[in-house]
């Protein structure tokens, strides 16, 4: 038996479903590390007033859908390879969380002038790592090694 260019074991679905669940992984496990253990106390103490005792979930999910969605659609599936995937997630973090913070800073009465750039470069690790993780998913399924 034969199969057609396009149908083989690493065409279809699987390299992008792949590369979704890496970053989804990636993204979750990095970001509650940070948020949760690594950056809390800047948190807490930057934005005490402003932050809810819980998180509201509706909201945080939705955000890790889309911000999945465009990685996975902007970095991951049209770069050449892992370094390229890096690079567009670096430049997507970039502009995610420049536009997040600048925003905030902007309109917002007491948002600390020090917490943005900590955030904006967190966000372009996040994400560059992030979209690295999905292109190797991607390649792995897809039985390329780089």
Do not use: C, H
């Amino acid at each position: 038996m034969t199969t057609s260019p396009g149908r083989g074991p690493g065409s279809g679905f699987a390299p992008a479903v792949a590369a979704t669940v890496a970053v989804t992984a990636a993204m979750l496990v990095l970001d509650l590390g940070w948020l949760g253990v690594v950056a809390r106390g800047l948190y807490d103490e930057a934005l005490a007033p402003l932050r809810r005792t819980e998180v509201f979930w509706p909201a945080a999910l939705l955000f890790y859908a889309f911000y999945v969605a465009v990685t996975v659609a902007w970095a991951v599936l049209p770069s050449d390879g892992p370094p390229s995937a890096a690079r567009r997630g670096a430049g997507l973090g970039l502009v995610a969380y420049a536009t997040y913070e600048l925003t905030n800073w902007a309109v917002l009465r007491g948002w600390p002038a020090w917490i943005v750039p900590v955030d904006v470069a967190w966000g372009v690790v996040l994400t560059a790592v992030a979209a690295l993780a999905g292109k190797l998913a991607q390649r792995g399924v897809e039985g390329r090694d780089r």
